[in-house]
Structures are given as C-alpha cells and as structure tokens.
C-alpha cells in the first residue's frame, strides 16, 4: 500500500504508476466544491479521489481495463463513493454530459512505431509522433462537455508543444495559461489551466 498526502492507493504492473506528472496536477488541482468534475484517463484513481474530497462528483474514465479495477480497490480504500468509473476511449463514456472542471494528465511523450508497446501501458505514455496525438482530440472535444465558464486542466511535456496547446485552447475560446511547472530530467512538465468563455 502506498501513501501521498492522505490518499492510500495500490499500483498495477499494467496501470500507469502515479509519478511527477501525477503529483503536479494534485498539487495544483483548481476545484470548487460545486463542481461536478471529469477525469480522462484515471489510471490508479488517485487523482479522483483527491478532487473527490473537494467535489459534488467525479466520473473517471480510461481505455485500460485494468486501470478501472485498480482504480476500483483504490476508491472503496479511499471510501471516496462519488466517484463513478467508466471505461472507455477519451470522451466515449461520457455522452453529451456537461462538467465544472475537466481534467486531463495526457500521453504525451512523442513516440515511434517502434517505440510503441503491445500491452495496456502503452495508451499511458503514447503521444504519437509529435506527442500531441490525444492532446488534440481531447482539446477538440472539450467545448461539447464544458459548462459555461467550466474549467480544464492538462498535464503535459515540454517536448508536445505547450505554445500549441494554448493556441488551440484559445481557438476553443478558453483562456489558457500554464498554472505549474516542474522540470524533469530532459523535459519540463507542466499544468495548463484554461476557463471556457462562450461568447
């Protein structure tokens, strides 16, 4: 059993294990206690519980099955019961349900074919050539389940291109900016934050 800030979580050898990226985006979690809340890609759930503890719900969602057991055991440890688990690809669980705050710790480590892996780990870390390959869908997906004024925050790498994910936000009309930062051993991570401003 391990242990970060009272949250006691279980790992899985084909669940990603929370690491700097996870801890940034716990450390700089923007949530309200109003909130209804969305987290893409779960893994172990500890992000869940601790926006759980801050929040009216959370729906956590992640392609790896074995994410969704693991973030299971995690939660009834936690006894965090509002979140709810739904497995599934991105936004695909969701439907057309609208979210205070959306959250996001991305793949976004560029990768070869070569590169990649044949097993449940490989969606975790797998940004696709120039590692943006889920930052994009997800951004582009975000207008359809933010609440006016709603909230998301990302997590990504120096390598994916933060400028770019900025610029799309604001594209999206979110005003975007990066909220934390944290270098690592051949990159910088960091926490974009943007609020939805329907015009």
Not at 84 to 93: A, I
Not at 148 to 158: D, L, T, W
Not at 166 to 195: C, D, H, M, P, Y
Request: proline share 4%; hydrophobic share 40%.
């Amino acid at each position: 059993m391990l242990e970060y800030n009272g949250i006691y979580y279980q790992t899985h050898p084909n669940v990603y294990k929370p690491a700097e990226d996870t801890f940034i985006l716990l450390e700089n979690l923007q949530i309200k206690r109003r909130d209804t809340v969305l987290e893409i890609g779960t893994g172990t759930g500890i992000i869940a519980i601790k926006a759980s503890k801050k929040s009216r719900m959370v729906v956590a969602t992640d392609i790896n099955p074995y994410a969704i057991k693991c973030a299971t055991k995690n939660i009834i440890i936690n006894k965090s019961y509002n979140i709810e688990l739904r497995q599934g690809n991105l936004f695909e669980p969701v439907e057309d349900e609208k979210f205070n705050l959306i959250l996001f710790n991305a793949p976004y480590l560029p990768t070869t074919d070569d590169e990649k892996t044949n097993d449940d780990l490989n969606a975790a870390w797998d940004g696709g050539v120039d590692g943006r390959m889920l930052i994009d869908h997800f951004i582009d997906g975000l207008p359809l389940y933010s609440n006016p004024e709603g909230r998301v925050q990302i997590v990504q790498s120096s390598l994916s291109d933060v400028n770019m994910t900025l610029k799309k936000l604001e594209e999206l009309n979110f005003q975007a900016s990066v909220t934390a930062r944290k270098k690592a051993f051949f990159e910088e991570i960091v926490v974009i934050t943007g609020i939805f401003k329907q015009y």
